[in-house]
């Protein structure tokens, strides 16, 4: 795959294209690993796509892993992120957040957490510790959680927004849509949108949360947020919709 440190930029227009593909039969094989700075400065986009690693037998095999880093377009240009999780057990998320990722017009994030995997935590997308901004376009994530077969299989969640985690936009908007997992041997806590961070839209910005609960036993919520939860508009709309999976077999699923 490729793992970036210092900094890579486009002063001028030109746009910045990044595609890896991890390799290796344990853990830790990301597709794109990020922990420098990656920047365009004119009306230049970034595009990152990255697949984790698919011989994996093991965990921590992400599409996408910011790791302290910052992926900016701070002139016009746009910003799309589109990850694969690995396959192996846990934490094969599609794309995991935890540095800044900021730009002035839209930002767009798609996350596939593992397709074939045993355990849990195969996010589709998570920002942990990160921020995602957008000042003047919209900010879409989609995230899709991975299938976790194995019994007793939790948390594949679609989209998560950690306690640390910051999205906001004083542009167009935010539109988040979450997936949990399609697997029915999963058991518990596969939501499909998961807030314990902050989502916050300034000027006339809407707030738009799809979520689609997963298969499994008990607490497979479309959307999940927490008494740390912050989500709020200034003068735009908040729409909030759940939506349970009808194949689960458990209680608690709202």
Do not use: C, M, W
Request: charged share 10%; aromatic share 4%; hydrophobic share 25%.
């Amino acid at each position: 795959g490729i793992k970036t440190g210092g900094t890579i930029q486009a002063q001028g227009n030109g746009n910045i294209t990044l595609t890896g593909f991890g390799a290796g039969g344990y853990s830790n094989n990301d597709g794109v690993q990020n922990y420098g700075t990656i920047e365009t400065q004119g009306s230049g986009s970034i595009t990152i796509t990255g697949t984790g690693s698919t011989t994996s037998t093991s965990s921590d095999n992400d599409g996408i892993q910011t790791v302290g880093g910052a992926i900016r377009a701070t002139g016009t240009g746009t910003i799309a992120l589109t990850g694969t999780g690995g396959s192996g057990t846990d934490y094969n998320r599609g794309v995991k957040l935890s540095g800044t990722v900021s730009a002035g017009n839209s930002i767009t994030i798609t996350g596939n957490g593992a397709p074939d995997t045993t355990g849990t935590f195969n996010e589709g997308v998570l920002i942990n510790y990160g921020d995602v901004t957008s000042s003047a376009g919209t900010v879409t994530i989609t995230g899709t959680a991975g299938t976790g077969y194995g019994y007793g299989s939790t948390h594949n969640t679609g989209v998560v927004v950690g306690q640390s985690g910051t999205i906001s936009s004083s542009g167009t908007g935010i539109e988040i849509t979450g997936y949990g997992t399609t697997d029915a041997n999963a058991t518990t806590d596969s939501h499909g949108v998961d807030i314990q961070g902050t989502v916050e839209a300034t000027n006339t910005a809407n707030v738009d949360i799809t979520g689609f609960g997963g298969k499994g036993t008990d607490s497979n919520q479309g959307v999940s947020t927490y008494s740390t939860s912050n989500i709020s508009a200034v003068d735009g709309d908040i729409t909030i919709a759940g939506t349970a999976n009808t194949a689960t077999t458990g209680q608690n699923n709202s």
